[in-house]
Each structure stands twice: as structure tokens, then as C-alpha cells.
């Protein structure tokens, strides 16, 4: 008799879940990652990185698509394109069965349309793209490749941006608007993810001007991510300056100008940087943003990523939103929960 009576209490929420869920779409979001470098020397941690992920991995497993920003390439040998400079200018080269890491933790999709996706030119990119795919995992950005999903009957389109070779560019705001409308036409929810942005604590703030970091031009973000939300996108997903920066609610659709870091292994993270916010969205079958919460994790230099109880990430985000967009702001809580401020 209690063994019926559970049974069916579990059926009864599972159906009420399903219920409260069909209608809508949860998509849960990160900022960087790159899980230790094997170049020009090895910084890697311990375990092959299995633990990097462990204390999160439940937050990242509830959504109907997690998505991340891989940062560098999937790689054994090859031959960097790059003039490696402290301070100025790195190369990753992360070993390609830290993939593994990743599909634990439950991504469904890998941007790679950022600075770092030519650190080992085509070679790099090829041998990238070929480890998530055996892995199961979908990719975007490389020559404008998108993702692409289905989720209880819609078709879901990831398009990627980022001011750097060999992906579509944040630069080109027409172009941009083009390709998103033609995705959005032929799709029920599209995403747009971009790397842009001024990078440091320098950048926190958000504002509606052309950035540049160290003299290269990284875009005017709010700019670009109204206007593809003119042309059809659904939600914008930014990420590239290390930080976490505002949220904003545009025509009823989420903007998230930084996720900032979500785990760099190895670097200094003893400040903001640190801070590693997990954005939760859910839409509607149109696109429309319902709700959300931003769960707040931390990695600090050289330790894996863990639960934030302080709830730092949210209250940064929600200090940032309010003073840089203080008229089209969402509400966010304290704790992190986001939800559409009511009308006046």
C-alpha cells in the first residue's frame, strides 16, 4: 500500500512538472571555460579535470539545453599561431579527453566563436570540432556553423558572433540582423551567442558605446544585441570580457551582456573574475522571457568551482543592471531570481 501511494505521488509530480514545462523552453547558460592548458607549458589540474564541475553539476543538469563557452581548443600537438605574451596575448591547448568533463556536466552545446578558436589554426579548429562530436556534443561559430535541437517539438537555432577570424563578427550589425532573421524565419527559437566587449574589471559596466581592449575593437555590444533582437532572436548570450556584466530585458527578451568566467583554470580569480554566475531562462513557445534566476558560483585560483551561498554573482548582476540599464532592467533578487518587473 505505501509502496502504491509513493508510486503514484511520484507519478502525480512528474506529470505536474511535465505540465507546468510543456509550454515553455529552460536554458541555462555559462561564460568561459578552458579547463587547464597543455601550452607553452602544463598548467592542468589533477584528476584530468574530472572535479572541476563536480559541486555544480546538479544546476546544470535540469535545463532542456546547458550551454558554454569553450575557450581554446581540444587538442594533442600542433603549432600555435600565436606570440605568446603574458598579460597580452595566451594560447590554450586543453587534452582532448577533457571532453569527458564537459558531457558530465551536462552541456548540450559548446560556442567556440571567440579569441581563442584560432589558437591552433584550422588544425586546432578541426580536431576541436571533431572531439565534441564524437562526444555527442553540438558546436557553433567556426565558418558560421550553428546548432541546432529539438525540444519537444520546436527547432531550436544557435547562431554565434564574435570579433575574431573565421565567424560571423558582432562588427557587421546589418550582416548580423540578416543572419538572424533568416534562422529566425526557419525555426521556432533562436539564440544568439556573441564574444564581445571590453575584458577586466575595467569593463563591469555596460554601455552603448564601440570598445576596444588594448587597441583591438571589440564591438558595440548593446548595439548588437538590440538589434538582433529587431531581427528575431529570442534570448543573447554574451560572454568574452571575464567579468559578469548587466541583464537586460529588450522587447521582452533577455539580453546577458557577460557571464563572465565559468571555469579558467590557473588564472587570477581572487576578484570578480572569479565569480562564475549560472543564468537560468525559461521562454515561452515564442521566445517570450517568463523567468529566470541567476545561481551564483565562484572558482578562486586553482581550485574547482563550487556553490556560492553569499549569492554574490546575482547581487553583482543586479547592481549592474540597475544602474546600466535602469529603465528596461528585469527584476532580480537578492538570491538571484529574475522575473519581469510589473507595469506602472
Not at 121 to 134: D, R, V
Not at 187 to 199: A, K, M
Not at 217 to 230: E, H, L, S, T
Not at 266 to 288: H, K, Q, S, Y
Request: charged letters at 20%; proline letters at 4%; aromatic letters at 10%.
Amino acid at each position: 500500500m505505501i509502496k502504491n501511494t509513493l508510486r503514484f505521488l511520484s507519478i502525480s509530480i512528474i506529470l505536474c512538472y511535465i505540465g507546468l514545462h510543456a509550454d515553455s523552453l529552460t536554458v541555462t547558460c555559462v561564460g568561459d571555460i578552458m579547463m587547464g592548458s597543455s601550452y607553452p607549458s602544463n598548467n592542468l589540474p589533477p584528476d584530468s579535470g574530472c572535479n572541476l564541475f563536480k559541486d555544480v553539476t546538479y544546476l546544470m543538469h535540469t535545463a532542456d539545453l546547458t550551454l558554454g563557452n569553450l575557450e581554446g581548443t581540444l587538442l594533442t600537438g600542433g603549432v600555435c599561431t600565436k606570440k605568446i605574451e603574458k598579460g597580452r596575448c595566451y594560447a590554450f591547448r586543453t587534452p582532448p579527453d577533457f571532453v569527458d568533463n564537459l558531457v558530465n556536466a551536462g552541456f548540450d552545446y559548446l560556442n567556440l566563436a571567440n579569441n581563442h578558436m584560432n589558437d591552433f589554426g584550422q588544425g586546432g579548429i578541426t580536431a576541436t570540432m571533431n572531439t565534441l562530436k564524437n562526444a555527442g556534443l553540438s558546436y557553433g561559430g567556426p565558418h558560421g556553423s550553428i546548432g541546432e535541437f529539438v525540444v519537444r517539438g520546436m527547432n531550436i537555432a544557435i547562431v554565434s558572433f564574435a570579433t575574431s577570424p573565421n565567424a560571423h563578427t558582432v562588427f557587421k550589425i546589418e550582416e548580423a540582423q540578416r543572419i538572424v532573421a533568416e534562422h529566425a524565419r526557419s525555426h521556432d527559437i533562436t539564440i544568439v551567442s556573441f564574444h564581445g566587449g571590453g575584458e577586466g574589471l575595467k569593463y563591469l559596466h555596460t554601455k552603448d558605446t564601440f570598445e576596444y581592449f588594448m587597441g583591438w575593437p571589440r564591438g558595440n555590444v548593446v548595439k548588437f544585441a538590440r538589434a538582433v533582437i529587431d531581427s528575431g532572436a529570442d534570448l543573447v548570450w554574451g560572454h568574452g570580457p571575464h567579468v559578469p556584466r548587466a541583464l537586460e530585458l529588450y522587447k521582452d527578451r533577455l539580453i546577458a551582456y557577460s557571464l563572465g568566467n565559468f571555469c579558467t583554470w590557473g588564472f587570477n580569480l581572487g576578484d570578480e573574475r572569479g565569480l562564475a554566475p549560472i543564468l537560468e531562462v525559461n521562454m515561452d513557445t515564442t521566445g517570450m522571457f517568463l523567468s529566470g534566476r541567476v545561481h551564483s558560483a565562484e572558482q578562486r585560483t586553482y581550485t574547482n568551482l563550487r556553490v556560492d551561498t553569499l549569492h554574490r554573482a546575482a547581487r553583482l548582476i543586479r547592481r549592474l543592471s540597475l544602474e546600466d540599464f535602469p529603465q528596461s532592467t528585469p527584476s532580480i533578487s537578492e538570491n538571484g531570481l529574475i522575473s519581469v518587473p510589473e507595469k506602472e
